[in-house]
């Protein structure tokens, strides 16, 4: 799934310009201790932060809605991996949260052939910060209408973003859309990550 973020090069002319950039999340088995093992391939911007606390809320909310809405699989971790594209770059704040949420909770249910699955259409692109019960909390203000002309500007036909956000993001589009009217683009503001599939 795109997630909206930083270039890895970031422009003169705008300091908080925005491109997509894809994750993915993938299950190599089951988990050998008794919580899912999900590690990042990427490197962390600034010293403060690791890789290993990327992944803790996004994975910890998408376990409480496996165990929540799917019982039978509460008890069964995985391990796998959290993929970045342009593993050279270094990644900063926690914007990719709910995309990680998301994908993990989709993995989760295909790596234990679940028969009710979901999967996030690529066409759909993501930026949000997430705790662990699966709220969607806000980006940074300041990046937030550049996020929605990455994505305006870009293949996706929908943008999830904080629901506390929805307005910022629309104003941002009616904008665009001023300038654009051929391209359209559907902004979704959500407040937790149950909403994106229930």
């Known amino acids: 799934v795109p997630v909206v973020e930083h270039p890895f090069v970031k422009s003169p002319a705008d300091e908080y310009e925005s491109c997509l950039r894809r994750i993915r999340i993938e299950v190599l088995g089951e988990s050998s201790s008794a919580k899912d093992e999900i590690h990042a391939d990427v490197s962390v911007f600034g010293a403060e932060t690791n890789a290993a606390e990327i992944v803790a809320a996004p994975i910890t909310a998408a376990r409480n809605l496996i165990n929540e809405k799917h019982s039978d699989i509460a008890k069964r971790f995985v391990a796998g991996h959290l993929l970045f594209e342009g593993d050279h770059a270094l990644h900063e704040g926690c914007s990719a949260n709910l995309g990680i949420a998301l994908l993990a909770y989709c993995a ?5 052939l679940q028969r009710e699955q979901y999967r996030i259409l690529p066409t759909v692109a993501v930026s949000g910060a997430i705790d662990d019960k699966g709220n969607v909390q806000p980006v940074e203000a300041a990046t937030l209408p550049n996020k929605v002309r990455g ?7 929908f943008l999830i973003v904080p629901k506390q956000q929805l307005a910022i993001a629309e104003e941002t589009l009616r904008s665009l859309a001023e300038k654009f009217p051929h391209r359209t683009l ?4 959500v407040g937790n990550m149950r909403e994106v599939f229930f």
């Open 108 to 112: 989760i249910l295909r790596s234990t």
């Open 151 to 157: 994505a305006f500007f870009s293949w996706v036909e």
């Open 186 to 189: 559907t902004i979704i503001g």
